[in-house]
T-cell receptor, first 115, second 111 residues
Framework: GAVVSQHPSWVICKSGTSVKIECRSL??????MFWYRQFPKQSLMLMAT?????????EQGVEKDKFLINHASLTLSTLTVTSAHPEDSSFYIC???????????FGPGTRLLVL | TQLLEQSPQFLSIQEGENLTVYCNSS?????LQWYRQEPGEGPVLLVT?????EVKKLKRLTFQFGDARKDSSLHITAAQPGDTGLYLC???????????FGTGTRLKVLA
């Protein structure tokens, strides 16, 4: 199997606070994890590629200082939304791939609402 | 920037009808995947196509990768209410394992 979990599944926070979202591969080691953002009724937008033990690679237009990504182990990547604002409210989804494989296994997503 | 345009954006059909969803780009992709996503959940992989002209079937779903690997189609035969969802194509940027997602097609099948 290839199961990816995310925690929390949903979070509500006040504007200006920071929120951490975890992405875990439960039954395999993931050298690469991807973070996506999805606004209502829109498609997924790739934010960054996270490689274990190295700095994340961010897509154009994504602020690396605002969306901090840490991939400290082969089964865990975290996304921290710093100084969150209402416009950061979105559905954040991670995916993980096994070494040498193209298939991405997606997590269930985390819904963030910033008040 | 590689873009993937899907058409139609929305589709509402009666149970039993056939439909085709298109995924088009001006860029060439190493491979292309199709996903279905339910509200509030992550996307679920349906199929991966790699070779230009490749056709894959998954029960009532038929996927085709264009000869030039720039476009793809998804055909559903005799649609059922359980097929309702957001269908997404995603193309792999050559050699990167990174996928760019299409604009999405929201399908609703009425009983």
């Amino acid at each position: 199997g290839a199961v990816v979990s995310q925690h929390p599944s949903w979070v509500i926070c006040k504007s200006g606070t920071s929120v951490k979202i975890e992405c875990r591969s439960l039954d395999f080691q993931a050298t690469t994890m991807f973070w996506y953002r999805q606004f209502p009724k829109q498609s997924l937008m790739l934010m960054a590629t996270s490689n274990e033990g190295s700095k994340a690679t961010y897509e154009q237009g994504v602020e690396k200082d605002k969306f901090l990504i840490n991939h400290a182990s082969l089964t865990l990547s975290t996304l921290t939304v710093t100084s969150a604002h209402p416009e950061d409210s979105s559905f954040y989804i991670c995916s993980a791939s096994k070494p040498g494989e193209e298939t991405q296994y997606f997590g269930p997503g985390t819904r963030l609402l910033v008040l | 920037t590689q873009l993937l345009e899907q058409s139609p954006q929305f589709l509402s059909i009666q149970e039993g009808e056939n439909l085709t969803v298109y995924c088009n780009s001006s860029s060439v992709f190493s491979s292309l995947q199709w996903y279905r996503q339910e509200p509030g959940e992550g996307p679920v992989l349906l199929v991966t196509v790699v070779t230009g002209g490749e056709v894959k079937k998954l029960k009532r779903l038929t996927f085709q990768f264009g000869d030039a690997r720039k476009d793809s189609s998804l055909h559903i035969t005799a649609a059922q209410p359980g097929d309702t969802g957001l269908y997404l194509c995603a193309g792999e940027q050559s050699g990167t394992y990174k996928y760019i997602f299409g604009t999405g097609t929201r399908l609703k099948v009425l009983a």
